[in-house]
């Protein structure tokens, strides 16, 4: 079954207001990113996921997916510290905000995504993004329905990864 | 005869009694668990067939191969790597025992650390074996080490320096079949059974290869399927596969500089696709508490209960039933399963058909038992 919450319902984000090319990039570095490609081949949309995208790969993009979620073995995966990841996700959501790119939060790693190591990178990017879709394992201490809340952006709080594909669908 | 020369001899010989003792408790660790591999098998051999030096060690342990005779994939299935990770070897034998294979080919592993399962992990009040019930009557299993035995690879150094980035790590994991790939055939007796699984993936042209493991319930890499960067997408498929299927998985890709893992050399050294799986496994945990046979395949220990209760810290652990064995052992089933459907969808040209197996529901309701001879 598909939560949808809406926290501000007529928020500008909702209802196909997404454009393609898509980007496609973490805020952690966890393999949640290839989950969020998988998801994307599914519903046969124009996008591209690059792990440690920097401002160049913002060229021709009109909307930006950040999936956020720490992971360690991800972060030795791309040879670069914790630190070095928090700097890039500041620098692209950065970008983006300034070449005008909508940006969508897509929280798909539930628990393992959260917690210390995860929660600032969350933050980051719920504090960016327009719209959410959130895993509920991954917001029941209601952590990105409040910050949604905060921001009126809606959120779509869902049981499972796959059910991500209708409100993605919806969204482009 | 003088009295001191009575107790001399009263001394001597309980000495010889409890060396008797010990001697046989010891040597018990040495006779091999009882494999009946199912009909579909085309041939058993050993390590050694890949790297001769292991001829006659502990480290030469059974190859089990089902060859369909029909084209298709090849895969490699190793349980076993670490001992006492019980589910990898039970899931392994789970496959070698059921296993019919339609096209392509299994090559089954059960017991990858052979040299591992001839003693457990000292101070660690690990029982030596498990039994679980068959509808033949009751199987027992040694338990094991998650590394070799000191007895055949001494002493360890105190930095092991992996061959051939030149990582260093613990001594203790000089002995760990899981940090020595890609091996080498003139290095240490973990280095030459590395060498001689990666040189069957080569040689017998392994298309898939699993390495089930499992981990401490607050280890944060649990319930997940680790894979080299080449295979994220196959692996992400297989993660919304299980998802629909309500098993829950993280996915993550092997860290370039972590050298001598599965996940990383495998993949690295030859085409193979490698997949490590791990689930949660109470018995490991620094938390339990009374640790026998029954936390082995139970996996009910009141004091994850009582941390998960706490919420302190994240803990994959059910509080209601535990993490018991059936449980586990299905998860890798169902991992498999799920990994092979998304590399089917992938290389339609090289499909591989397996059957006979059953599904998690059917672990978890009749128990394994009633899936081994």
């Known amino acids: 079954m598909l939560l949808f919450v809406t926290t501000y319902a007529k928020s500008p984000g909702s209802g196909g207001q997404y454009e393609q090319p898509i980007l496609i990039t973490s805020a952690g570095q966890s ?90 990178l969350c933050q980051l990017a719920a504090n960016a993004s327009s719209m959410m879709i959130v895993v509920k394992q991954g917001d029941e201490d209601q952590f990105f329905t409040k910050l949604a809340g905060q921001r009126k952006v809606p959120i779509k709080v869902i049981d499972k990864m796959a059910d991500a594909l209708t409100p993605l669908k919806e969204a482009f | 005869m003088k009295r001191h020369v009575l107790v001399a001899i009263f001394l001597l010989l309980s000495v010889v009694t409890l060396t008797g003792i010990a001697s046989a408790d010891f040597l018990r660790m040495y006779t091999a668990d009882i494999v009946h591999p199912s009909d579909a098998a085309t041939k058993k051999s050993s390590l050694s067939e890949y790297c001769p030096s292991l001829k006659g060690t502990s480290a030469d342990t059974p190859v089990y191969y089902f060859d369909s005779k029909r084209p298709g994939a ?140 499992e981990a401490a319930p607050e280890i944060p890499i649990i319930n997940a399927i680790i894979t080299h960067e080449r295979c994220k997408d196959i692996g992400a498929s297989a993660i919304l596969e299980l998802e629909l299927n309500s098993l829950t998985y993280a996915l993550e890709i092997s860290p370039k500089n972590f050298h001598g893992l599965s996940h990383r050399e495998w993949g690295d050294s030859s085409s193979v696709q490698p997949f490590l799986m791990e689930t949660s496994n109470p018995i490991q945990g620094r938390l339990r508490g009374k640790t026998n046979a029954e936390l082995v395949t139970g996996g009910v220990d009141k004091f994850y209960a009582q941390a998960v209760k706490s919420a302190k810290f994240r803990i994959t652990y059910d509080s209601a039933n535990g993490y018991p064995l059936k449980v586990r052992v299905a998860r890798h089933i169902a991992g498999i399963q799920a990994i092979l459907t998304a590399y089917n969808e992938t290389f339609p040209d090289k499909k591989i058909y397996f059957s006979n197996i059953p599904s998690y529901d059917d672990i978890n309701t009749k128990g394994i038992g009633n899936f081994l001879k």
């Open chain 1, 31 to 120: 393999a949640d990113v290839s989950l969020a490609g998988t998801l994307m081949k599914k519903l046969n949309l124009n996008f591209k996921v690059v792990n440690l995208a920097k401002e160049s790969d913002l060229n021709g993009i009109k909307t930006l997916i950040i999936v956020p979620g720490f992971s360690s073995k991800g972060l030795g995966a791309a040879g670069i510290s914790r630190e070095q990841e928090l700097e890039r996700v500041k620098l692209i959501l950065k970008a983006a905000k300034d070449k005008g790119i909508k940006l969508v939060m897509l929280h798909l790693g539930g628990k393992a995504r959260r917690g210390a190591q995860s929660d600032d």
């Open chain 2, 74 to 213: 090849t895969v490699l299935v190793l349980g076993g790597t670490h001992p006492n990770e019980a589910a990898g070897f039970m899931a392994a034998l789970l496959l070698t025992e059921n296993i019919t294979v339609d096209s392509g080919k299994f090559i089954i592993i059960p017991q990858a650390c052979g040299s591992g399962f001839t003693c457990t992990d000292p101070l660690e009040g690990l029982p030596d074996f498990y039994t679980i019930k068959t509808t033949n009557g009751t199987r027992k299993f040694r338990f094991g080490s998650r590394v070799s035995n000191p007895l055949d690879q001494w002493p360890d150094p105190l930095v092991y320096m992996h061959y051939p980035s030149g990582q260093s790590l613990s001594g203790f994991e000089t002995r760990n079949l899981n940090r020595s790939y890609p091996g080498r055939i003139d290095g240490n007796f973990s280095e030459q059974a590395g060498y001689a699984i990666l040189e069957l993936i080569k040689k017998e042209h392994v298309d898939v290869a699993f390495d089930l493991h």
